[in-house]
């Protein structure tokens, strides 16, 4: 070991002969196979796929072998893996990857297995079982991999993993089968600004992942309505992430692509950027609806509401308590995969309508209407008298004529 310290540099720290067996295979593997915080750096064997730590200061071996069996198809890659995420040193462990399609996790001061995370192809499409998938990107207490394959034979395989876990458990946080398949030649991805921008080689093209931008709309009737009235709100959540604009994505959304639940992103996902069947249980996102009156400056909750998956509306309605002229705000919190986004609109609500109720008749109303009928009672007599004598009349002409037909 040479010191490297400004002051120090080029002294001679340790120097000695290690072999764990004759003809022993031995590498610093991986992207990262130190860990200056314990002072700890590992080499790895290739043949027995086992794994060595030594202290970074004075060269002592720590520990080693472990005591987990790792992949047998790992020999390749801690030969060949090395600059792609073998092995990787964070948080205070030694994580491991490669062609053995297997995530494994130690103990970074006492070689101590702590979990692992098998990736297996469902369809066997793959020539070695296992997808071959070393660790890109450590960050933020995750763990990003991806299958890597330098030179696929077509037609590729389907359903090349990209997965996200937890680095402390191994717990899977995503995972998305045919969005992301990498390479070496295409370069390794990268993460800033809480964005992983990812070369894929299903479509050789670049792909950008993380929360996306949102657009909210809400619309109210333009006229006035009255106090207590129903009024209907409706409005909608959109996806504007710069992917939507790409001619491809806009002629198959029209109108914009919906924003959709964190639970279901991985296959929306899949369905707008890779032309995967739409998906059967997806589920839109939550809005909150609250009005403000433009002069006092009075808060009224209207609610909330689930937008459609497939179109991004949501509506509601709303009986105005008190008249005025009111903004109405409609509010999508964000969530995992979205930023927040908020639109308001107005709506003036006006007296209610007075309701008439009819004037009782007066005494003197009610004595004119009564003399009026009496008087009209004589001609109402005579007019019913005539109406029968029509109707006997007009009977016996009708028998009469009856009975000199038969005759």
Request: hydrophobic residues 35%.
């Amino acid at each position: 070991g040479i010191s490297v310290k400004p002051g120090d540099i080029g002294r001679l720290k340790f120097n000695f002969t290690w072999i764990p067996f004759p003809d022993a295979w031995i590498a610093i593997p991986g992207s990262l196979p130190i860990d200056p915080e314990n002072r700890v750096f590992i080499v790895a064997e290739k043949q027995t796929r086992k794994y060595y730590a030594f202290n970074l200061d004075n060269g002592k071996l720590l520990w080693g072998p472990q005591d987990y069996e790792e992949p047998d198809f790992n020999s390749y890659s801690i030969i060949y893996f090395g600059p792609w995420g073998q092995s990787v040193c964070a948080y205070g462990k030694l994580f491991t990857g490669g062609y053995g399609g297997e995530i494994n996790a130690y103990d970074i001061k006492t070689g101590k297995h702590l979990w692992s995370y098998k990736v297996p192809d469902p369809y066997n499409e793959f020539t070695w079982g296992n997808w071959p998938t070393p660790i890109y990107l450590v960050t933020d207490g995750k763990i990003y991999i991806a299958h890597q394959e330098h030179s696929g034979n077509p037609p590729l395989p389907r359903g090349a993993p990209f997965v996200c876990l937890d680095a402390e458990t191994g717990e899977e946080i995503f995972r998305v089968e045919g969005l992301l398949r990498s390479t070496r030649w295409g370069g390794q991805p990268i993460i800033a600004d809480s964005t992983i921008l990812w070369f894929d080689s299903y479509t050789n093209m670049i792909f950008a992942i993380g929360k996306g931008p949102t657009k909210t709309t809400v619309e109210a009737p333009s006229i006035g309505v009255s106090v207590g009235s129903e009024v209907v709100i409706r409005g909608t959540v959109m996806d504007v992430s710069p992917g939507t604009r790409d001619p491809r994505i806009a002629l198959r959304f029209p109108d914009g692509v919906p924003a959709v639940a964190d639970e279901c992103m991985g296959d929306w996902m899949l369905y707008v950027y890779k032309q995967f069947p739409r998906p059967a249980n997806v589920k839109g996102v939550w809005v909150k609806l609250d009005a403000v009156n433009v002069y006092t400056g009075e808060y009224v909750e209207i609610g909330g509401t689930h937008t459609d998956p497939y179109s991004g509306m949501f509506t509601v309605s709303w009986q105005p308590p008190k008249e005025g002229l009111w903004w109405i705000i409609a509010s999508f919190p964000g969530s995992k995969g979205y930023w927040p986004s908020y639109a308001q609109t107005s709506i003036a609500v006006t007296p209610p309508t007075p309701i008439t109720i009819p004037t009782p008749a007066s005494p003197e109303q009610v004595s004119t209407v009564q003399a009026t009928v009496e008087a009209l009672q004589p001609m109402i007599t005579a007019l019913t008298v005539l109406v029968i004598i029509t109707l006997i009349v007009g009977i016996y002409s009708i028998y009469d004529h009856r009975k000199l037909r038969k005759t």
